[in-house]
């Protein structure tokens, strides 16, 4: 019988178990990152630099940014609350919250001082906006339960100057791309079983209903996201030449070598899964077909001779791209994971794609068990 084709050494999946803990800690009543992108003018200093051009042919900007890593836990004064209003989620009681954010940048400008000599300087300036979010967001709390951060985002002139150059302007446009993280702490005492946590996505605004005064306040249920059952690790790549795996395009088989990479929560969260499935025809290199999955939903099949977690299946959406073309469809797959074989199927619009392996080596796909918070007690 022929070999499969093993490319190397599967790791497993990372455990993320709960165990108890007694802490002082800043509670996290919210945590969401979202993405601005903003067209705004930032003035200038009355009295630049010294140092900089009097005839400015370039004007750069960069943004002041931090890493995601280590997490910060103290408000910076970054943002405050304009306004907020109750908002509904399902039920629960939530606030749209405006907000005002400054966000630090530095403008290099670059041209030739009064003597012809090349020169440059660089101002630091703010620029402002407001912006509106979905939060769990208390009556009792203010601008020191926020924290605020750019962790990353790219700057750009919008306002060069003119062809030959021109004076030091006053004023400068710029258009910023922004991954901005919001949190709403809280100091508390707490005794929990705790584990790594992620943030979710952001909620869409829809009309705001009125809500009865909150007493007390109260933890937003669609946060922390529940864990997943299990996590899994598939790092396949077998030949349908070889007569073990097989790949079906509108029902018709195509030759090739298939590959199959897939972590399904990681971390024991669902937001960090990833599929991915590609075939390099064996006959025309130029014909690949690649998959690449962007909606996650995990459901356990019971086994009760291979026992828990060793069989499952994935399902949800993600995009496709046949033969050398650049078009990119989008569709609906559901992978069935179990103890030494794969099966996937892609339903498109336009296509319809099989494909399996029921003979996956063992290094190449590992089964573990998320250890979650136990059920509560009855009041």
Known sequence: MPKPIRIAQVEPPIPNNVGPECICVPKVYDWVVITEDINTTVPLPAEPPPDCPVNVTDVSCS??????FPVSCVGDGSCSVLDRRPANIDGVNAHIVKLRQQIPLTVTFTGIDAAGAPASCTIPVEASFIHQVILCFPDEFGDENLVCRIISGDCTITTPPPTGGGALPTSIGVELLLCI????????KL????????????????????????????????????PCPCQATVHDTCSTLDGICLFLLNEEPVNGTQTLEAVICNYCSLSQSSISFRLISEVDLSQIFTFTANRFTVEELPCPICGPCSEFIVYGTGTAIRGEGTVVEEGEYLLWVGIGFYV????????????????VPIDNLKFNQ??????????
């Open 63 to 68: 943004l002041g940014s931090t890493s995601f």
């Open 181 to 188: 993280e919001i949190q709403v702490l809280a100091s508390v």
């Open 191 to 226: 005794e929990v079983l705790a584990k790594f946590c992620s943030p979710r996505p952001p909620v869409p605004i829809t009309v705001p209903n009125v809500c009865p005064p909150l007493l007390f306040p109260d933890q937003c249920d669609f946060f922390p996201q529940p």
């Open 344 to 359: 996937l199927f892609l339903i498109f619009p336009n296509f319809v794609a099989y494909a399996e392996n029921p003979l």
């Open 370 to 379: 998320c250890r979650s918070h136990p059920s509560p007690l009855p009041i």
